[in-house]
């Protein structure tokens, strides 16, 4: 199977190309002709099942905003009139030729929490856009739908020409309120909610550090303090057992030196920041449980923060490899095209992997996608599975502006597993 999670493609123009426009009206009834008849037609049961819907949603939705049902079933609403939208522009792509884009979801996430996609939802562009389009299309569609019906039998020499006249204002209806929001619109929203899965990653991440020093180190210390304490009482009055307790706090301090160790390394390993990717993830390959062959094609290395993103990555695959896969071999490369980092993680396991399976795959995924990266598995039922990561690439020197990004990448217990 083959699952993909990234960030929605640009959207470009939402009018109709040149090929997708409609011959001019001319005294015949070809197959174009026909179709605006139809669309026109069809605009009275279409427009008053939009204005009954959007008429009840709002009196319903914003009548009840006094009670805790309110809000979330204007949400809802708003959500039902995108679909409302979806059939209108399917409905003018078959019959008037208009081609607008799709467009993207709204970029609800479970890491967000209700309130936050809740927001999202009552302040989204295109339901609004629809709601004031299925609003103002009732006198509008009976209009046509009269006009059209009385030309077929009374003004029918002329009705092409009247056809396209009423067609051109539904093609620039649709165009206008139908087409998705422009690109900045759908940043912003992506962003807002990029913003919420960096922080609640952060703040697990800094309850996992909290949780290792607690269980780890600091009990280790602990023990270390009161053997070296009973060691002392007894340094006089038997010398044998106080030299025992001794060589036993010193096994203690060089456990808790590697715990400390092993943490500075999940928070940011010293060998990248000295010897950069190449170094870090042959380091990483070399705990994985199944050899793992590393190449890294790097001529320059990337900004800080798109390192330790790329370094975290492989690190939570090769812990899912050494887990999960039953893989003899696996396989790391990494290169850079154009502006873009790239990463691939390959075994011949058992494969099944998916981003749904509770695998932590979701969570590197959401990671990458909060720093407009992509995140493809390929992975079918008795393997071989293919991880592909891709982020972008930025120069060093805007370390600044993406070091906040790194928080995101870091592979939290939490989610920790494939």
């Known amino acids: 199977m083959t699952e993909r999670l990234s960030t929605p493609t640009p959207r470009g123009n939402t009018g109709a190309a040149p090929g997708d426009r409609p011959p001019p009206a001319r005294f015949a009834y070809d197959r174009h002709t026909w179709m605006e008849i139809a669309h026109l037609l069809a605009n009275f049961p279409a427009s008053l099942l939009g204005f009954v819907y959007v008429v009840t949603m709002l009196f319903t939705g914003v009548g009840l905003t006094v009670t805790v049902i309110g809000f979330p079933l204007l949400a809802a609403g708003l959500m039902g009139a995108r679909q409302l939208g979806k059939l209108e522009r399917a409905r003018a792509r078959a019959l008037l030729g208009v081609r607008v884009d799709e467009p993207s979801r709204l970029p609800l996430r479970g890491g967000g929490g209700f309130f936050p996609q809740l927001w999202m939802a009552l302040k989204d562009p295109v339901g609004w856009r629809t709601v004031l389009y299925d609003f103002i299309r009732l006198p509008w569609g009976i209009l046509t739908f009269v006009v059209t019906l009385t030309s077929l039998f009374v003004l029918w020499p002329v009705l092409p020409f009247i056809a396209r006249g009423l067609a051109n204002a539904d093609r620039a209806m649709v165009r206008a309120l139908l087409s998705p929001s422009d690109e900045l619109e759908r940043r912003i929203a992506e962003l807002e909610s990029d913003r919420g899965i960096v922080v609640d990653t952060a703040a697990a991440d800094l309850r996992r550090i909290e949780r290792d020093l607690h269980d780890g180190a600091q009990a280790r210390l602990v023990n270390l303090a009161m053997g070296l304490g009973l060691a002392k009482e007894k340094l006089l009055e038997d010398p044998d057992a106080a030299a025992a307790m001794v060589d036993e706090a010193h096994g203690e301090v060089k456990l808790a030196l590697q715990e400390l160790r092993d943490l500075a390394r999940g928070i940011h390993p ?63 490369e990494v290169w850079r095209s154009s502006d873009r980092l790239l990463i691939q993680v390959s075994d011949d396991g058992r494969g099944g992997a998916r981003l749904d399976g509770g695998t932590g795959m979701k969570g590197l995924a959401d990671r990458l996608s909060a720093v407009d990266g992509l995140f493809v598995v390929d992975s079918p039922e008795g393997g071989p599975t293919t991880v592909t990561a891709e982020l972008p690439w930025r120069d060093r020197t805007g370390d600044d502006a993406t070091a906040r990004a790194s928080g995101a990448s870091r592979a939290s217990g939490a989610s920790r597993g494939h």
């Open 270 to 332: 010293a060998v990248l920041t000295d010897r950069g990717l190449d170094a870090a993830l042959s380091s990483v390959a070399s705990r994985c449980t199944v050899p793992v062959k590393v190449t890294v094609d790097l001529v320059e290395r990337p900004a800080a923060a798109i390192e330790g993103i790329a370094y975290f990555t492989v690190s939570e695959l090769l812990q899912n490899v050494s887990k999960h896969s039953r893989a003899k071999t696996a396989a790391v």
